[in-house]
RNA sequence: GGUCCCGUGGUGUAGCGGCCUAACAUGCGGCCCUGUCAAGGCCGAGAUCGCGGGUUCGAAUCCCGUCGGGACCGCCA
């Protein structure tokens, strides 16, 4: 062994023993005389401590030895002087009198400092050199968080009864859902595999299979464009139950969750347990979306009928077409300047508004772009609505009621940022349920599943399906914190009829059906159980636990926004010969 | 596919028509220094300002294009 302890462990109760660490130079300060380390390894820091009566042989090495140099240090735990400690390092009480020093390895220049956490360089600088951004404290902690998570996840499931599974990473390509990531084979030229966006399917017929309870750390991919939430490959905790109905499922994650977040993240607050359910519709209603950030109110406020009969063009117009008006209260912000306001309306015409009225309380009096609009009874009944104090803004959307939703929803987290109004240690999780079942796609005229195409129909709604369509409601959940959506599952179909009918309405032909999905109705036909299950993401619970801004932060080795790995430059060309192999010929791009 | 923002020594920034033969910090090299902990002091090397074109007497600076990166919209069952 290189090493007897590790560095960060050592301590007042380790004094006068002689130790053997390896690991890299932190810092180094050389007085000429005395020299001093901080030896690092993943554990931590401790000095190491250089007197001018070590032995030759090592004290020459020691004047070349450069940041991130790898040493093997043999030495004495002593006690530092007194008023040389140093509080703020865990090991500051001691250092170690190094008796001899070997160089394990020397360390080129660094492209960029790992020893501080200001001054980081670009992210694709970091993301070349993912191995030396990793050693910095933070990414170390946040591999160490993830896996406190995982850790946590896999014991609290064992105990519930669950079965880990591992299931396919070559697979099906499936019509519904994303891009799919696919695969060559070479036993069956023009035929591929896909890599699975989820094991959903997998899991499912792992229920009819009577495995009851399962789960699995599962790598999903989709080739879609990336954000800070989204990555080609991402990890989740995938679950599946039989004989369940949903709020079996949601207590079940529930309990997970509430026990696992104070034992990894205990400087965490859940905002409320039992979490609060709010349907689809109330969470689009009361915040503009389905995935509200709960931590602060700015709810938004439906003021259609105090203008009924109003004069100002725009907002009689939005209601004329069956539209509405709704606004958002800004606290203190009637002083923002005309060109704050400005940018504010390009986001709001963005998101497919043809502008934004404002009104602002100041102390001159009411100003804004509305003001002169509206009659002062409109203006009053406005104030009291919205709970209006001299100081605020409010902005007004006035259109078809999903855009209102969504400019205004937007908007609302563009003054939680501004004005900060979210406690970044709070987490505030919801379940959103009885979602919609389909949505119209206007662009190919048919009906998509707002879900996926598993997701069981709630049994009330069952009559309306050759009615009404977009009024079903399905058995789906998602699990949101902080305006991120954090899980999603559904209470899914067992019966091969429902199944049947659901690809029918999405348009899908019967030979369509029989080859993409026939395994799985095939499965309905042998006595499948009720079942239901869900799928939390693990890069964006982690994120949010360890404060990060998006989830390149908490994987080991994320791919750039344009999908790129840049460390070993992939995806890259491949030798003529493995295409040849697999019967592909190169066509140039699309 | 679209919108916006960014690109200056290894790294992070400043400079935003002439004062730039490009500044500061850090890192790097050398020298001095026996108690520091972002050690300190002195000296030095290191950048044709992403790339291409244009405007101008003159471009890091203005314009156009292009490449790379980021945020967002579309997309993400």
Redesign the pocket.
């Known amino acids: 062994m290189y090493r007897t302890h590790t560095c960060g462990e050592l301590n007042a109760t380790h004094v006068g023993q002689v130790v053997t660490l390896a690991g890299w130079v932190h810092?180094r300060?050389?007085?000429?005389?005395?020299v001093?380390f901080?030896l690092r390894d993943r554990s931590g820091l401790v000095?190491i401590?250089i007197?001018?009566d070590l032995n030759a042989e090592s004290l020459e090495r020691v004047s070349a030895i450069?940041?991130e140099w790898v040493l093997q240090i043999e030495g004495v735990v002593q006690k530092?002087?007194a008023g040389?400690?140093?509080p703020?390092?865990k090991t500051?009480e001691v250092?170690v009198i190094a008796k001899n020093v070997q160089v394990l390895n020397s360390s080129k220049?660094?492209?960029?400092?790992i020893n501080?956490e200001?001054?980081?360089?670009?992210?694709?600088?970091r993301l070349k050199y993912r191995y030396l951004d990793l050693r910095r404290e933070r990414m170390t902690n946040n591999l160490i968080l993830r896996h406190n998570v995982i850790r946590f996840m896999r014991d609290y499931l064992d105990r519930q009864g669950f079965l880990e599974v591992e299931t396919p990473i070559l697979f099906k390509a499936?019509p519904?859902?994303?891009?799919d990531y696919i695969v060559p084979s070479r036993v069956y030229p023009g035929q591929f595999y896909a890599l699975p966006?989820?094991p959903?399917q997998l899991k499912q017929l792992l229920m009819v299979a009577g495995l009851d309870r399962y789960y699995q750390i599962a790598r999903c991919f989709?080739d879609?464009?990336?954000?800070?939430d989204?990555q080609p490959e991402f990890t989740q905790l995938d679950l599946e139950m039989s004989y369940v109905h949903r709020d079996d499922v949601l207590a079940m994650v529930e309990g997970l969750y509430t026990a696992m977040i104070p034992a990894v993240a205990p400087d965490k607050q859940l905002l409320a347990t039992p979490w609060p359910k709010l349907s689809y519709r109330e969470a689009l209603e009361r915040f503009g979306t389905d995935k509200p950030d709960m931590r602060f109110g700015m709810e938004l406020v439906d003021v259609s009928e105090i203008f009924a009969r109003s004069e100002f063009k725009v907002f009689k117009s939005a209601l004329e077409s069956g539209g509405a008006i709704k606004c958002l209260l800004a606290p203190n912000s009637a002083d923002m300047s005309r060109k704050e306001v400005d940018a504010l309306t390009e986001l709001a015409k963005?998101?497919g508004a043809k502008g934004l009225a404002t009104l602002s309380f100041t102390d001159d009096g009411v100003k804004g772009t509305a003001a002169k609009f509206l009659s002062q009874q409109e203006v009053e009944a406005v104030k009291s609505r919205a709970g209006v104090r001299a100081g605020d803004l409010i902005l007004f959307a006035a259109d078809e009621r999903s855009i209102v939703n969504k400019v205004l929803g937007?908007l609302r987290l563009v003054f939680r940022d501004k004005l900060n109004l979210a406690d970044p240690n709070l987490l505030a999780f919801i379940w959103v349920v009885d979602f919609p079942m389909f949505a119209w796609n206007a662009e190919e005229e048919r009906w998509?599943?707002?879900?996926?195409?598993f997701t069981m129909p709630q049994l009330a709604d069952l009559d309306k399906f050759d009615t009404d369509p977009g009024a079903i409601l399905s058995d789906a959940y998602d699990m949101v914190c902080n305006g991120y959506e954090t899980a999603s599952g559904s209470i899914r179909i067992h019966r091969r009829d429902i199944q049947h009918k659901i690809f029918e309405l999405l348009g899908h032909k019967e030979a369509d059906i029989q080859m993409k999905f026939g395994h799985m109705l095939e499965a309905f036909e042998y006595g499948a159980p009720p079942h239901g299950g869900m799928a939390p993401g693990i890069d964006r619970l982690v994120m949010l636990l360890a404060d990060e801004p998006?989830i390149r932060e908490v994987i080991a080795f994320p791919k750039?926004?344009?999908a790129?790995d840049?460390m070993a430059d992939a995806p890259s060309q491949v030798e003529q010969k493995q295409l040849q192999e697999l019967g592909i010929r190169l066509s140039g791009t699309p």
């Open positions: 810092r300060r050389d007085h000429g005389g005395v001093f901080d000095q401590t007197n001018p450069r940041m530092r002087p040389m400690e140093n703020r390092m500051g250092e220049a660094l492209p960029f400092m501080g200001t001054d980081l360089p670009d992210e694709n600088t499936t519904e859902g994303a891009r966006q989820s959903q989709r879609e464009d990336q954000r800070g989204r963005s998101q937007n998509d599943t707002e879900h996926h195409p998006n750039n926004q344009n790129r840049v």
